[in-house]
C-alpha cells in the first residue's frame, strides 16, 4: 500500500493528513496560529508559525502511523502536496531566511498601489494578461507597498514567495511555485501559464526574484536529509507543486472535468467552475486562475460574507437558540435551520443584502453594506434567518450567472464548507442554480486535493482525474423544486435591482 501526505496551510491552522491510496485517512493533525493587524486594515502572520506548524503536524502523523502499525515503512509515503492561503507576501533574503512578517491575503492596506497599477497599465491591459482587475489583497500590490513604504526591505529581498511555497523551500530548499497559486499574484499570464515579463517590466521587478513555475502535479524537488530526518521519512518522498487552497478544494470535491462546479460556504463563499479553456470576464467580476488540473483553468466569483453573514446573526440575536443546543447536546444551526424550514420561499416578502463586509462579486464595492428590505410587523426572527440564507444564496446565484455568461455550463454543483452541511441552504442553490447539488462522503477539501495531486506526481495514479474517479463519492443530491425556483427567479431580480438602487447611497453613507 502506498500513502500520501496532504498539508493545507490556513490562515487559522495548519492541517495535515496522511491518507492511504484508496483515500483512507491514516492520521491527522492540526496546529492553531494567530493572526496580527498592527494597525486598521492590516493582517499580517510569521512563517516560523507555518513552518512550526507543517514540521510538527507532518512528525505526529507520520509517527503515529508508524507506531500504530498502519504503515510499514516509511518509504512507503511516497509524496507530499502542500495546499495553502493565496495571495500573502512571504520574503527572504539571500541566506534565506525571512525578511519581514507575511502580508497576507486579506489585509487591504494596498490601495494607493493599486493606483499606481492603474496608472501604469489600463485596467483592460490587467484583466487581459493577468485575467483580473488590480486588487488590494493580491500580490502584486503588497510587493509594491514593501517598495514603497519598507525601501530597506525591498533592497534585501532576494526571492517573493507565496506562503505554501515557502513550506516547500523548508521541505526541499527549492525555490518554486505552481500554476494555481501563482494566478492570483497578478503576475502571471494566465493564458500562457508563465510569469508574464510584460508585467514584470511595468512593475519593474526582477523576474529572478520569483520561482520556477511547475503544474500543480509535477515534482518540484524531494525532502532534504536534515528535513526528512526531521520528520521520520525518507528523502525519496517527494514534494510536488500543490495548489492555492480553492484550487486545491476543487481536486478534493472531483471538480476536475468541464461543466463541474462547487459551491463553498466558509466564512466568504465561493462558486468554483472548472473549463477546459481559458475564458476571461472583460468586466473583471470574477477571477479566472490556472486550476490544479494540467493545461486547464478554473473560473471563480466570492461572496464576502456568506456563512460570516449566519454567524454574525446568530452571535447577536440568537442566544436562546445558543443556550437551548447546549441543554439539548445539538450545534444551535440545526435548532436554526429546523425553525428556516417553516418559513416560506421568499420569507414571506423579506430580502437581505450580505454586504456586511462590502462585495466582490459581481460588484468589486467595498462600500456596500448589509440591508434588511421588506421589513414589517408580520416577520419574526426566523424569517430573518431564512432571509439571511436566501440573500447569501442570491449572491452566490450573481456569481453563477456570469459564469453562465462566459460559456460555463454547470450541470451538477458540489457543496462544500459549513453551510453546504445545511439541507436547507442546498436546497436554496439547487433551485436558484437550476441544476443538482450533490455533497461528498470526503470532508478533508484541500488537504485530500493536494495529497490526489501527491499521487499523480510520484506515480501512484494515473492522473487527476483517474485518482478523483477513484477516490471521491458523492454522499446526497438536491433536485431543483420547479415551484421553488420560479418564485426565487422573481426575488433575486428585485434583489439585483436593490443593489443598484443603493449604489450612491452607499457611498453617501460612507462619507457621513
Known sequence: MNYLIGIDVGTSATKTVLFDENGGVVAERAYEYPMYTPQNGWAEQEPSDWKKASLETVAAVVKEALDSGKVANAADIKGIGISGQMHGLVMLDENGEVIR?????????????????????????????????????????????????????????????LPKDYIRYVLTGEFATEVSDASGMQLMDVAKRDWSQEVLDKLNIDRSLLGKMYESCEVTG?????????????TDTVVVGGAGDNAAAAIG?????????FT??????????????????PKGRVHTCCCAVPGAWHIMGVTQAAGFSLKWFR???????????????VDPYDLINADIETVPVGSDRLIYLPYLNGERTPHLDDK???????????????HLLRAVMEGVSYSLCDCNDILNEMGISVKEMMACGGGGKSKIWRQMLSDLYGCKVA??????GPALGVAILAGVGSGVYASVQ??????ITKAKETEPVAGNAAKYAEYHKLYKKLYADLKDDYKALAEL
Not at 453594506?369 to 414589517?376: N, P
Request: glycine share 8%.
Open 101 to 161: 512578517p507575511s502580508i497576507i491575503w486579506c489585509d487591504q492596506r494596498t490601495g494607493q498601489e493599486v493606483e499606481e497599477m492603474l496608472q501604469i497599465m489600463p485596467r483592460e491591459k490587467w484583466i487581459e494578461i493577468t485575467a483580473n482587475p488590480p486588487l488590494t489583497g493580491w500580490t502584486a500590490a503588497k510587493i509594491l507597498w514593501v517598495r514603497n513604504k519598507e525601501p530597506e526591505n525591498y533592497k534585501k529581498c532576494k526571492h517573493i514567495m
Open 222 to 234: 524531494k525532502l532534504t536529509p536534515e528535513v526528512a530526518s526531521q520528520l521520520g521519512l525518507t
Open 253 to 261: 470535491t472531483g471538480v476536475v472535468r468541464e461543466g463541474t462546479a
Open 264 to 281: 463553498t460556504i466558509g466564512t466568504s463563499g465561493v462558486v468554483f467552475a472548472h473549463t477546459d479553456k481559458v475564458s476571461i470576464d
Open 315 to 329: 452571535d447577536n440575536f440568537c442566544q436562546s437558540y445558543i443556550e437551548e443546543a447546549k441543554e439539548k447536546g
Open 368 to 382: 456596500a453594506r448589509g440591508v434588511f428590505f421588506g421589513l414589517s410587523g408580520i416577520h419574526t426572527r426566523k
Open 439 to 444: 455533497t461528498i462522503d470526503q470532508e478533508q
Open 466 to 471: 483517474e485518482a478523483c474517479d477513484k477516490l
